[in-house]
């Protein structure tokens, strides 16, 4: 009974201790001095997306696509990064709780750097349309360089002599077609295994232009055609544009199947024949050894009954 009643007891503590545990990561205090630091240099359109990157690669697995609610159900909850709980915190709350992490929220000190933790509150203040820097702080801390505009659109233009690809995006605002600045743009070639990616993405500028040059030893079908894919990264904010088309600037490549050849890998019409006569070969020992053995043992079962 006393065994029971002990058991209990601590069983009791461990359950009121968690839900303390809890409940303190959940009502989170940022001292006074780091609620009120700021980010030394304005949030720019390049060190938003930087910190999208940043963000899908280290945060996305607990928080989920920001705006979209589907963060892990854990306890206390991840949360969406786009709701009004986290738009109330300071940029010097989001930059002490990612710096330091605290329960299931891990600590990212070590892990990124000081401008890749600015970089993610970049990208977490654009979903928080209310968002007016700290005052005292830095005040262009909102510069305007990304695109905010709707209906994005892709049109290409081609330089065969130069194998440069020059895209222009353009996006409605206010129903009418304007430049679309700050728009990430990603250029690839479509191969089986997915898309090869030319170069890193381009971000357009001011006069919504991305160019890229595709190298001159690219390989091709037999005729030095591939295709290439044209496309916005940022699909999430502005949605799946993308342009394709076919195009003769690689080297020609003819694939060479390994089973068209006589090799130890090859199917059984390629297999070379002396691996198939060896192969029969041990085969018919193995019958012949096997006949042999049971004719012995026929000859002592006669032996046994005479």
């Known amino acids: 009974m006393k065994f029971n009643i002990f058991n209990k007891s601590i069983l009791t503590g461990f359950v009121l201790s968690l839900a303390f545990s809890l409940s303190a990561q959940d009502n989170w205090t940022v001292p006074a001095n780091e609620s009120g630091k700021v980010c030394p240099t304005p ?3 390049t060190m938003k997306m930087d910190g999208k990157d940043i963000f899908n690669k280290n945060c996305k697995s607990c928080h989920g696509d920001i705006g979209k609610n589907n963060f892990v159900p854990l306890t206390p909850e991840p949360g969406d990064p786009a709701s009004e709980k986290f738009s109330k915190n300071s940029d010097g709350d989001l930059f002490f709780k990612i710096t330091n992490g ?33 005052e005292g702080g830095n005040e262009t801390a909102l510069e305007a360089a990304s695109f905010t505009g709707k209906d994005l659109k892709l049109f290409v233009n081609k330089d065969q002599v130069n194998l440069e690809i020059t895209t222009e995006v353009q996006g409605n605002v206010d129903g009418e077609m304007v430049p ?23 971000t357009t500028d001011d006069k919504g232009i991305a160019k890229a040059k595709f190298p001159n030893d690219l390989p091709g079908d037999s005729l030095g055609n591939y295709n290439i894919i044209i496309k916005l990264i940022d699909d999430d904010m502005f949605g799946k544009v993308e342009y394709s088309e076919t195009l003769a600037w690689g080297k020609s490549f003819v694939y060479d199947n390994p089973l ?6 090859g199917n059984r019409g390629n297999a070379p024949i002396w691996l198939l006569l060896a192969y029969f070969g041990m085969l018919l020992s193995a019958f012949v050894v ?13 032996l046994g009954k005479k």
């Not at 329960?103 to 600015?118: I, V």
């Not at 068209?260 to 890998?265: G, V």
Request: net charge positive; with cysteine.
């Open 260 to 265: 068209n050849h006589r090799a130890m890998w």
């Open 180 to 202: 679309a600045n700050g728009v990430r743009v990603g250029f690839f070639i479509k191969r089986n295994f997915g898309l090869l990616p030319v170069c890193e993405p381009v």
């Open 102 to 134: 605290k329960g299931a929220m891990p600590k990212f000190k070590d892990q990124l750097s000081e401008s890749e933790r600015w970089a993610v509150i970049s990208y977490i203040r654009s979903f928080h349309k209310d968002y007016t820097p700290a």
């Open 43 to 45: 949030f720019s359109s």
């Open 290 to 302: 096997i006949g042999y053995v049971m004719l012995q043992l026929k000859k002592l079962k006669s």
